[in-house]
């Protein structure tokens, strides 16, 4: 089965704060996403990157920046926390290449409150 | 890029019912389009998907969901809900066939009731 892991599933952050969420996935997909779930938002796509060391702003990537140095991780970087990015993080993973698009496998989440 | 729309944010419904959720999307000429569950607690997982030919889509525990073209819906049904069946359903699109970002809906929560 594929897995996708998140470093914390709670995480409390005060403003201002340089933030590291981790993520690993397992079954050597070309794809990784960063979304943050809100209540009557639905999931929003903060960043998207399709290789190592390449990335790409999905549709709210304000104040938010990623990194992927290996191809199994992907980390998201809150540079200067705030108040307003308090919320729900979904990490996903998906094969790439032709013959998409495919489904997408998520991780369980990580609970970020910024106080 | 798409936009997806879920017409119920919230369904209650008693168990062994039938339950159908709303999804609508902003039309364009090919779309690729999904159902996710969410579970309390979880990260999403996939119930099942349309990317071509019958547009009646099974997927697993018992879901099932019909695409149609002119109508740009794509809603999902279950003719007899239990209660493991709480959660919360996330309707997605994508348009492109080599466009693996995906466009979500707000969610529906369904709430089955004893």
């Known amino acids: 089965d594929v897995k996708v892991t998140q470093s914390s599933r709670y995480l409390v952050k005060r403003t201002g704060e340089k933030v590291f969420l981790e993520c690993v996935q397992d079954m050597d997909h070309e794809n990784m996403f960063w979304y943050r779930q809100d209540p009557g938002l639905g999931l929003r796509l903060i960043y998207f990157?399709?290789?190592?060391?390449?990335?790409e702003k999905g549709d709210i990537p304000e104040g938010y920046s990623v990194s992927r140095e290996k191809k199994e991780r992907f980390s998201l970087i809150l540079e200067s926390a705030s108040t307003n990015q308090t919320s729900m993080y979904l990490c996903a993973s998906s094969p790439g290449g032709a013959g998409g698009p495919y489904e997408q496998y998520f991780g369980p989440g990580t609970r970020l409150t910024v106080t | 890029a798409q936009s997806v729309t879920q017409l119920d944010s919230q369904v209650p419904v008693f168990e062994e019912a039938p339950v159908e959720l709303r999804c609508n999307y902003s039309?364009?000429?090919?779309?690729?389009l999904f159902w996710y569950v969410q579970y309390p607690n979880q990260g999403l997982q996939l119930l099942l998907k349309?990317?071509?030919?019958?547009?009646l889509v099974k997927g697993i525990n018992g879901f099932e969901a019909e695409f149609n073209k002119s109508q740009t819906s794509f809603h999902l049904r279950k003719p007899s809900v239990h209660i493991s069946d709480t959660a919360e359903y996330f309707c997605?699109?994508?348009?492109?066939?080599?466009?693996?970002?995906?466009?979500f809906g707000a969610g529906t929560t369904v709430t089955v009731r004893a």
């Open positions: 990157s399709y290789d190592v060391k390449m990335k």
């Open positions: 349309y990317l071509s030919g019958s547009t």
């Open positions: 039309s364009s000429v090919s779309v690729y």
């Open positions: 997605a699109v994508s348009d492109g066939w080599d466009d693996y970002k995906l466009s």
